[in-house]
């Protein structure tokens, strides 16, 4: 069974940064693209960043400037780098990782917490 695992969350005082991974066990050029997910407490999951397998990155507005998104072929993972944070930013983050003919595979996910 293909999985995704997250890790790197925690919890952080605005204005700092966090790192999250996600290591595939299998090679995530299988995957088209790679992104990370986001749900609030009480809110709808959203889209924070994605990654092609040719390597082009889109972010949503509210974190272009702050997140990075990045991959590394050869340890099959993906990373969301996240500085600047802000309260607003705390969320359960999931990593996912689409397959060529439609299906999703998800990770379990990490919380971030950031504090005022």
């Known amino acids: 069974q293909v999985q995704l695992a997250e890790s790197g969350g925690g919890s952080v005082q605005a204005g700092g940064s966090l790192r999250l991974s996600c290591a595939a066990s299998?090679?995530?050029?299988?995957?088209?693209?790679m992104a990370w997910y986001r749900q609030a407490p009480g809110k709808t999951r959203e889209s924070v960043a994605r990654i092609s397998s040719g390597g082009t990155e889109t972010y949503a507005d509210f974190v272009k400037g702050r997140f990075t998104i990045a991959r590394d072929n050869a340890k099959n993972t993906v990373f969301l780098q996240m500085d600047s944070l802000t309260p607003e930013d705390t969320a359960v983050y999931c990593c996912?990782?689409?397959?060529?003919?439609?299906?999703?595979?998800w990770g379990q996910g990490s919380q971030v917490t950031v504090a005022s």
């Open positions: 299998i090679s995530i050029g299988t995957f088209n693209p």
């Open positions: 996912t990782g689409r397959y060529a003919w439609g299906g999703d595979v």
